[in-house]
T-cell receptor, first 115, second 112 residues
Framework: GAGVSQSPSNKVTEKGKDVELRCDPISGHTALYWYRQSLGQGLEFLIYFQGNSAPDKSGLPSDRFSAERTGGSVSTLTIQRTQQEDSAVYLC?????????????FGPGTRLTVT | GENVEQHPSTLSVQEGDSAVIKCTYSDSASNYFPWYKQELGKRPQLIIDIRSNVGEKKDQRIAVTLNKTAKHFSLHITETQPEDSAVYFCAARDNYGQNFVFGPGTRLSVLP
């Protein structure tokens, strides 16, 4: 079956504009994670969904970042008034559940460049 | 919250030699430790994982060891091959936060 997909694959935007990033998890996966990866860096946790609810929003860097998930499937990450430091690859991952041992499957990422 | 450190940041080995990457974590509640391999321009992929009730796990040329008392775990790759060249990330997770905290990564280069 299809893996995790993300769109767009690349996004170039001007500073101050809003952007919306989309993640389509693997069908049936109830847990969904968003990460940010800056060039040459590790993965920074942003937010996690179990179903449609987000029990852990602790990683969102500022109130310009928000995310939602509807129907227990597609998730969107919105960044308002983008700044240059928001430039990074945004990775989404999904897993069957949030309990131990459920492997995370990563999407290909969205490369965001803020000019 | 959890903090994961990873060493070394870069590692070069000759083809056929072994490679060892070490991670330490801070939260004793963490109980699941996966390792991911990320090739250049590609997404991270799980290569092996270990739970806190196990001390060692092996899968062909890859093994992971866990020392809960010292709060560290290591990835061991034997008989390295050029296709093992990638960035490797360790991570830790607990049952409460349910999010994963990743180490900063190790860039492994296997020289032919």
């Amino acid at each position: 079956g299809a893996g995790v997909s993300q769109s767009p694959s690349n996004k170039v935007t001007e500073k101050g504009k809003d952007v919306e990033l989309r993640c389509d998890p693997i069908s049936g996966h109830t847990a969904l994670y968003w990460y940010r990866q800056s060039l040459g860096q590790g993965l920074e946790f942003l937010i996690y969904f179990q179903g449609n609810s987000a029990p852990d929003k602790s990683g969102l860097p500022s109130d310009r970042f928000s995310a939602e998930r509807t129907g227990g499937s597609v998730s969107t990450l919105t960044i308002q008034r983008t700044q240059q430091e928001d430039s990074a690859v945004y990775l989404c991952a999904s897993s069957l559940g949030s309990s131990l041992g459920y492997e995370q499957y990563f999407g290909p990422g969205t490369r965001l460049t803020v000019t | 919250g959890e903090n994961v450190e990873q060493h070394p940041s870069t590692l070069s080995v000759q083809e056929g030699d072994s490679a060892v990457i070490k991670c330490t974590y801070s939260d004793s509640a963490s109980n699941y430790f996966p390792w991911y391999k990320q090739e250049l321009g590609k997404r991270p992929q799980l290569i092996i994982d270990i739970r806190s009730n196990v001390g060692e796990k092996k899968d062909q040329r890859i093994a992971v060891t866990l020392n809960k008392t010292a709060k560290h775990f290591s990835l061991h790759i034997t008989e390295t091959q050029p296709e093992d060249s990638a960035v490797y990330f360790c991570a830790a997770r607990d049952n409460y936060g349910q999010n994963f905290v990743f180490g900063p990564g190790t860039r492994l280069s296997v020289l032919p």
